[in-house]
C-alpha cells in the first residue's frame, strides 16, 4: 500500500523546539520536491524510506541500491501528494473511522484483534501512526480511482461471454503467478521517446538475463503501480490479463523472462514466476489449525519447536493452542482457522498447507506477524456455477480494466502538475 504523510507549511519549513528554559533550537526540515502549491519534506522521505525497507525485509523482498531505492519513493510520494491535492480539490477525504475499520479489517484477516495487531507492529519495528497515515493514503487513493476511473468502466454481457468462453479451452485452465516491469510512454509520443523507452527496456532485459533480481529491478525501473512491491502481480488466470501478456505467456516457461511487449501505456517485461493448473468452476478450500506466537524472535521459532515435539508425544492439538497461541479469535477454538480458499491467508500458510498432509503438523515457520506451526484437517471442493461464475467473470474484467486506466490516469495527474525536484 502507498505511504506517505503530508504535511503542508504555508511559509518556511521551520520547526522551533525549545529545549531548554533559557535556549531554543531551530531544526531545518528541507524541502526535497515542490509539487504545485505543495511540498515534499527530507522528513517524510526518510520516514517512508525506513518504513518500506523494514516492510520489505520482513517480506524478503530484495531491494535496488539505497540511492535508487529512495528517488523511487521520492516519486511515490510525489504521485501521493498529487492526489491528495487532486482530492482536496474535488471535496472527498478520509475520515479517521474509515482508518479505524479498515486496519480492523486487516486485524481480522490476520487472526487478531486490533490491539494485538497494533502490538505486532511495535514489535516488527513499524511505527504505528505511519502506519496508520499509509492505510489513510491508500483509501484516499482508492476513493480517488473509484470516482474518476472505475465510475466510467463499462463491462459487456457480450465481454463477459467471451470470458467464459476462453476459460473453457485448453490452457486458459492455468493460472500464473507473473512479475512485471512497465517502461511507461504515451501512444502517441515523438518516435525518439519511443525509441529512448525501448532501449531503457533493453537495457533493462539485458540486467536481468544477467542474473540481477526481478524485484530489485522492478523497484528500480517499473513505473507501474507495483514497482515497489517487486512488480508482483499475483496470481492471475489469462483473461485477467491483456491479450498483449496472456499471448506471450502461453509461450513461456516458468522461469522465463520475455522481451519487451508495446502496449499503449509503454513498453512491458513479464516473467513467469509459477503456474499451477485449476479447475473450471470449482474452489479448493482448507480447514486448518495453528498455534501462532506474534514474535520474529529466534525465541518464538524455539517455543513451537517444543510445542510441536509435545503434540508429536501425544498432547492434543488443541490444548497446546489454548496454553500458547498468541491468537486471540482462535486459541480457545483449538488453534482452529475459518475455511480458506487461495488468496485469503497468508501466502505462507497457504503455500504451508499446500505441502501438508491431513492430520500432519507442519515444522514452524514464519509470515509477516509471527511464527506459526499448522495442521490442516481437511480439503473440499466447492462448485462455483451459473451467476455466481458469470459475476467472478465481470469481477475480474472489471478489474482489470481498472489497473489499466488507473495507471494512465496517474500519469495524467503528473503531467498536469508542476514537479521540481530539489532532493
Not at 498529487?82 to 486487516?106: C, F, K, Y
Not at 487513493?141 to 463499462?154: A, G, H, K, M, P
Not at 525465541?299 to 496454553?323: H, P, S
Request: aromatic letters at 6%; proline letters at 3%; charged letters at 25%.
Amino acid at each position: 500500500m502507498k505511504k506517505h504523510i503530508a504535511i503542508i507549511l504555508s511559509g518556511l519549513c521551520l520547526f522551533a523546539a525549545q529545549t531548554r528554559a533559557f535556549a531554543a533550537d531551530v531544526v531545518l526540515d528541507s524541502i526535497v520536491a515542490i509539487v504545485n502549491e505543495g511540498v515534499v519534506l527530507s522528513s517524510e522521505l526518510e520516514s517512508e524510506v525506513a518504513f518500506l525497507k523494514l516492510q520489505s525485509q520482513i517480506n524478503n523482498q530484495a531491494l535496488p541500491s539505497d540511492d535508487v531505492f529512495r528517488e523511487r519513493v521520492l516519486q511515490r510520494l510525489i504521485d501521493q501528494e498529487i492526489q491528495r491535492q487532486h482530492a482536496n480539490t474535488l471535496g472527498v477525504i478520509v475520515d479517521p473511522s474509515s482508518v479505524n475499520r479498515a486496519i480492523e479489517q486487516v486485524a481480522q484477516g490476520n487472526n487478531m484483534s486490533t490491539a494485538q495487531f497494533r502490538q505486532t507492529l511495535a514489535a516488527q519495528g513499524f511505527d504505528y501512526d505511519h502506519y496508520r497515515k499509509s492505510i489513510e493514503n491508500e483509501l484516499l487513493s482508492t476513493r480517488l480511482v473509484q470516482r474518476d476511473v472505475q465510475s466510467r468502466i463499462r463491462v459487456s454481457k457480450q465481454e463477459i461471454d467471451d470470458f467464459l468462453s476462453a476459460s473453457n479451452q485448453g490452457n486458459q485452465n492455468q493460472r500464473y503467478r507473473v512479475l512485471h516491469i512497465l517502461l511507461a510512454v504515451p501512444q502517441a509520443a515523438p518516435q525518439a521517446e519511443v525509441d529512448k523507452a525501448l532501449a531503457r527496456a533493453n537495457s533493462v532485459l539485458a540486467q536481468l538475463n544477467d542474473g540481477k533480481d526481478f524485484a530489485a529491478t522492478a523497484a528500480a525501473n517499473s513505473d507501474g503501480t507495483r514497482a515497489l512491491e517487486g512488480g508482483d502481480l499475483g496470481w492471475r488466470e489469462l483473461q485477467e490479463l491483456p491479450d498483449f501478456l496472456s499471448a506471450e505467456l502461453t509461450k513461456m516457461a516458468v522461469g522465463d523472462i520475455s522481451q519487451p511487449l508495446r502496449s499503449p501505456n509503454g513498453f512491458h517485461i513479464v516473467k513467469l514466476q509459477d503456474k499451477s493448473d485449476q479447475e473450471q468452476q470449482a474452489q479448493s478450500e482448507t480447514l486448518a489449525r495453528h498455534i501462532f506466537i506474534a514474535s520474529n524472535s529466534e525465541g518464538g521459532e524455539e517455543l513451537l519447536t517444543q510445542v510441536r515435539q509435545r503434540i508429536l508425544n501425544g498432547e492434543t492439538f488443541a490444548a497446546m493452542a489454548a496454553e500458547f497461541s498468541e491468537d486471540p479469535n482462535s486459541a480457545d477454538n483449538g488453534g482452529e482457522l475459518p475455511w480458506f480458499t487461495a488468496g485469503q491467508m497468508p501466502g505462507e500458510i497457504e503455500s504451508m498447507a499446500a505441502t501438508l498432509k491431513d492430520g500432519e503438523v507442519s515444522q514452524p515457520f514464519r509470515t509477516g506477524f509471527g511464527w506459526h506451526i499448522l495442521e490442516v484437517l481437511d480439503t473440499r471442493t466447492r462448485d462455483n456455477t451459473g451467476d455466481t461464475v458469470r459475476r467472478q467473470a465481470e469481477l475480474s474484467l472489471r478489474q482489470l480494466k481498472v489497473e489499466q486506466e488507473t495507471e494512465r490516469w496517474i500519469r495524467q495527474l503528473r503531467d498536469e502538475s508542476f514537479i521540481e525536484i530539489r532532493g
